[in-house]
């Protein structure tokens, strides 16, 4: 691709229909198919737009949710394709979305180079000659979607027999995604699930055709490379190929967070950097014995990309990531959510992203998943659980059951931001004689959890007008940290142009480095959990406290030695660099184990 970035998935329905808007423009994005109802909802509301005709899907239908994702992921497809089509009939006329399309690229870009070219020629018929050939080399940006490994219920009939494994939440979704017409990738994320990935053999679109091409592929979004080796291995051995590493921030990230042991984002890349070739040999034996089991033969290993996203936020630091580390694309996502062109943020939303400071930015417990996640505390969805409290109304009403994970009250798994949840915990802390303050705290790890199936759709239902009478229309959003440093609403020109370095949409605010943020967030999450622990620490919980303090001061050492090799020593940012890094490792030396 021309691009080197790419918009991961943001949310639940903040990038549901992305591709739409961007992939013309040789951008790739990614779609959660986590949630049908809203799928199917953004179906009918496209299709009626671009005038197709369409028929509901019900839920009650024979596979209704791997059918509901086939039909919106073929629409999607199929606009993108006429939208693509469409921009290659334009003539060359400054403003419209052809040009728009190269003078998006990066100024190194072969293609925007071309087109700077052609601009020189003066004979009609040479310009028209050489702008052919470029148009025979664009591309249309990715189509990926996102499925969370994890999020994967038993679904059950009406008579409450369950419907077995290919008809769980995460199962169903994959076969939406292989049964359509997408060639482009799955990014499955939130760690290993052993059933869905033996599931992925079940479908020839992930296995190489007669020219050895992967007509679908599969992407990793891992937060560390042993983790990301075993997992490949694990479906290399099935004949599965990871086409990418998409490495993300276990911290400096949006959405859930998944900390590390203390492992840092720099020295994770570097590892990826020295053993990425060794990994892909590896790999490629196992891949390859496993094919031809299958009576497949491939004589090469097809390739494997590397990426990487959370808190990116700036040219010089996307830069950077690119040529030191050898990625081959980054991840922008947060800052895409002040983009109204790009996601789907509601009115009210986005001004009060657009003022927010980072304070408003934290890690919380709000997740039902038990997984950390970042919130925002100006959020609707956040008022509505205080409120509720205020009433001594506890959690939220369970309509849509993605999340429901919990059996410790009920035969058959409800989520713990419900009411009903809520409730029968609360009442069993009641009878559990805690002092006041370890009944608080309980009470308040109880009550944190919100609905995020709900709170994550309802932006893009007041974006689009969809909201249902009576229904909720409290937003929860989860942004990065990285968002409080961008400041007001911005066009998609301005955050491509600033990615590339093109145009500066910080100016001078002062904001640290990303690995110094990052590194910061987990100095404050060794607190918190130290903090967590102080009245039982038992001897197993010190050992992995004490080596996750030992691996961040093994991660500053390395960023001290990466910044002392930086060619412009005597720069100001270097400086500014050093410097807090200097004031991050006194701030943990001072933290006692």
Not at 276 to 304: D, N, W
Not at 456 to 469: E, H, W
Not at 472 to 488: D, E, H, Q, T, W
Request: glycine share 6%; hydrophobic share 40%; with cysteine.
């Amino acid at each position: 691709m021309s691009h080197t970035f790419h918009i991961p998935v943001l949310g639940l329905g903040y990038s549901i229909d992305t591709p739409l808007k961007v992939a013309r423009y040789g951008i790739s994005s990614v779609m959660s198919i986590v949630d049908d109802e809203l799928i199917e909802r953004m179906r009918i509301y496209h299709a009626a737009e671009c005038g197709e005709t369409f028929d509901p899907i019900g839920k009650k239908e024979p596979d209704a949710r791997a059918r509901r994702i086939t039909a919106y992921l073929d629409l999607v497809a199929q606009q993108v394709d006429r939208q693509f089509s469409a921009l290659l009939e334009l003539p060359f006329e400054p403003g419209n979305d052809l040009c728009r399309y190269f003078e998006l690229l990066p100024e190194d870009a072969r293609l925007r180079q071309g087109f700077e070219l052609m601009q020189e020629f003066k004979d009609p018929q040479q310009r028209r000659y050489f702008l052919d050939l470029l148009k025979s080399e664009m591309k249309p940006g990715a189509i990926d979607v996102n499925i969370m490994s994890k999020v994967d219920k038993m679904n059950y009939a009406a008579d409450g027999q369950a419907l077995g494994d290919h008809f769980t939440d995460a199962l169903a979704a994959l076969r939406g995604f292989a049964e359509s017409r997408l060639a482009s990738s799955v990014i499955l994320s939130a760690g290993m699930n052993p059933r869905l990935y033996s599931y992925l053999e079940s479908f020839n679109c992930f296995l190489p055709d007669a020219e050895g091409k992967l007509p679908k592929k599969v992407t990793l979004k891992v937060s560390d490379f042993r983790s990301a080796f075993i997992q490949a291995k694990f479906l290399a051995k099935k004949g599965i190929w990871v086409s990418e590493f998409r490495v993300e921030s276990g911290l400096n990230c949006g959405g859930h967070a998944f900390a590390t042991e203390g492992f840092l984002l720099g020295p994770i890349l570097e590892e990826f950097k020295q053993k990425r070739q060794r990994m892909v040999a590896e790999l490629f034996m196992s891949y390859q014995a496993a094919l031809l089991e299958k009576g497949i033969t491939i004589e090469a290993a097809p390739q494997q990309r590397l990426s990487v996203q959370g808190g990116i936020g700036t040219a010089g630091e996307n830069h950077f990531l690119l040529q030191h580390y050898e990625v081959d694309a980054t991840g922008w996502g947060s800052p895409f959510l002040l983009v109204p062109e790009v996601t789907n943020v509601d009115a009210a939303t986005l001004q009060q992203l657009e003022h927010a400071g980072e304070e408003e930015f934290y890690v919380s417990g709000a997740s039902p998943l038990g997984i950390l996640f970042n919130n925002f505390k100006q959020s609707t969805a956040e008022a509505q659980r205080l409120k509720r409290l205020e009433n001594n109304r506890p959690g939220s009403p369970c309509t849509k059951k993605y999340l429901c994970t919990n059996t410790e009250f009920t035969e058959q798994p409800i989520c713990t931001a419900s009411r009903e949840y809520q409730n029968l915990k609360l009442k069993q802390l009641a009878t559990l004689e805690l002092s006041e303050p370890e009944y608080e705290q309980q009470y308040r790890t109880i009550t944190e959890k919100i609905c995020l199936c709900e709170g994550l759709c309802a932006s893009a239902y007041l974006k689009y007008d969809l909201l249902k009478s009576r229904e909720n229309k409290a937003v929860a959003i989860c942004p990065g940290p990285n968002l409080a440093y961008f400041s007001r609403i911005y066009s998609l020109e301005e955050m491509v142009r600033h990615i590339y370095g093109e145009l500066d949409l910080l100016g001078k605010i002062k904001r640290p480095h990303m690995f110094i943020k990052e590194l910061n967030l987990y100095i404050d999450y060794l607190k918190t959990d130290l903090q967590a622990q102080l009245k039982g620490l038992t001897d197993k919980k010190q050992k992995q406290l004490t080596k996750f303090k030992a691996q961040l001061q093994e991660g500053i050492s390395y960023y001290r030695d990466l910044f002392s090799r930086q060619a412009d020593q005597n720069s100001q940012l270097i400086q500014e660099w050093v410097s807090e890094l200097y004031l991050s490792e006194l701030e943990l030396n001072q933290i006692e184990v």
